[in-house]
């Protein structure tokens, strides 16, 4: 049936495009002003060089500096503070509701919101991580298989992080889950 | 071009008639196929008129097809809405249960501006969030579009319209103008029908000058028509507005209640809240609210014309 009360529509390309579209929107704002975000970069660039100085004191051979120069680029990709910060100001303004009064999958543009979280977090500490590495001889020696697999549990961290948040979340934006998983499981279960 | 049956529509719908060009094959599915493509209205049947066939014959291609516009009749029958709330007493939780809404009954027929006024805490907000589906009673029934509010339905959300002075959508760091891209996206609003509806509004509206500039620089009034303007601009049946109008300024309060007027009169129901008493001027109700329960309705206008 086309209409009102349709089933709602697969994620197809058109929706794949649309929602990276909201996604860039979203990360684009997360960035803005252009000068907060650069400030925030350097900020956390001394701060990271001050930390791996500091243990490279404690620790002169750099594992404990690789190390954490893994964990630190983890939970950059977790979203860090702004993926808490989302959920929080999201609720304080009201947003996650206008969010699920829109016609989207709640849990999509949660994502969405979510993954531009990530970006930026990861633009705002990756250089910083780089250079205290550089410098201060921390950059972690890992076979090729190793980087690869390291590359899939960032995803999972991230996908860990935002289901950890959405789950000490407010009820709306518990709502919006369970409103994505009945959308999900109709359409697993359908004919 | 194929004859397809006239179905008189209930008093929940109306047939609006939009011309397209038609590229595809000139068959009853055809035409659909080429309607559903430009407009995310669904299509439900294609009628042809003596005018618009002739119109069709002379220039090719062209032809006229009607979309179903399903009005918003609101019925609400005995509704208790509750909420839990919790506060520490000697470092224990304590939660009760809070009843916002108390044995409501509320009909609003489609085309028709319902004010809704009351003390703060009354239950209004509550009573528009229940209409919307954000909130579930947990007795009576709502019925919006003859159907319980469903947020599990996209066309469910497609056709609502929700706005509240304490809620943005927003993007308050960047231009006016991405907040309408992004809405266009997540509403899927073909790009002529956004780009028209976004021009109609901003004018009405007199967002020229803001588009350009961040919500975060903007005073209360401008960011009140910011709101309004994406509120409106995917053409909801049922528009849903908390306290939004409240911080609109003076001289633009006219336009926006013509541009309401405008909007009901084509078959638009519109609820809203204020404590202004200017801003329900173009309601054909009022109803107040006290204590979660109506304690007036009032007509002060005639009938609602989109009916």
Known sequence: MNGFGARPQGLDKAAGIRLLHIAAILAKERATPVLDFVMRTLGSAVLLIAQFAFLRGLDPSGDALRYLALARTAFAFSGGQLLERFLIDGYMSGSLMMDVTTPINPLAFIMARSFAGMLVSAAATLPGVLVAALLLGGMPRVSLQGAALYAVSLIFVWMASTGIALISSPPVAKKSMVITLYILSSRIFSP | ?307
């Open chain 2, 1 to 307: 071009m194929a004859e397809v049956g006239w179905k008189a529509g209930s008093e929940e719908r109306a047939f609006v008639c939009r011309r397209v060009h038609l590229q595809g094959e000139a068959s009853a599915s055809g035409v659909r196929r080429e309607a559903n493509a430009v407009t995310d209205i669904p299509v439900d049947l294609v009628m042809l008129d003596g005018a618009s066939s002739s119109l069709a014959e002379r220039i090719g291609l062209e032809g006229w097809f009607c979309m179903r516009k399903v009005h918003a009749r609101v019925e609400i029958d005995r509704v208790c809405i509750e909420y839990e709330s919790w506060r520490y007493e000697r470092m224990r939780k304590v939660t009760q249960r809070i009843r916002a809404l108390d044995d409501i009954t509320l009909s609003i027929s489609p085309g028709e501006v319902v004010g809704v006024r009351g003390p703060n805490g009354s239950g209004k907000s509550s009573l528009l969030r229940a209409m919307c589906g954000v909130h579930t009673p947990v007795s009576g029934a709502v019925l919006v579009f003859g159907k319980p509010p469903d947020l599990f339905d996209p066309e469910f959300k497609r056709r609502i319209a929700y706005s509240s002075s304490r809620r943005t959508s927003l993007l308050p760091d960047l231009p006016l103008i991405d907040s309408f891209i992004l809405r266009r996206e997540l509403f899927a609003m073909p790009g002529a029908d956004w780009e028209g509806r976004m021009h109609s509004l901003v004018d009405r509206l007199s967002l020229d000058a803001l588009m350009d500039r961040p919500p975060r620089e903007f005073s209360q009034g401008q960011r009140a028509r910011a709101e309004l303007a994406i509120a409106l601009l995917h053409g909801p049946s049922l528009i849903l507005l908390d306290e939004t109008t409240e911080t609109l300024d003076l001289e633009y309060m006219p336009r926006f209640l013509a541009l309401l007027d405008e909007l009901s009169t084509d078959g638009a129901t519109v609820c809203m809240i204020s404590h202004r008493p200017d801003d329900l001027e173009c309601a054909h109700r009022i109803v107040t609210i006290d204590g979660g329960r109506v304690v007036g309705d009032e007509r002060v206008r005639g009938e609602a014309t989109g009916t």
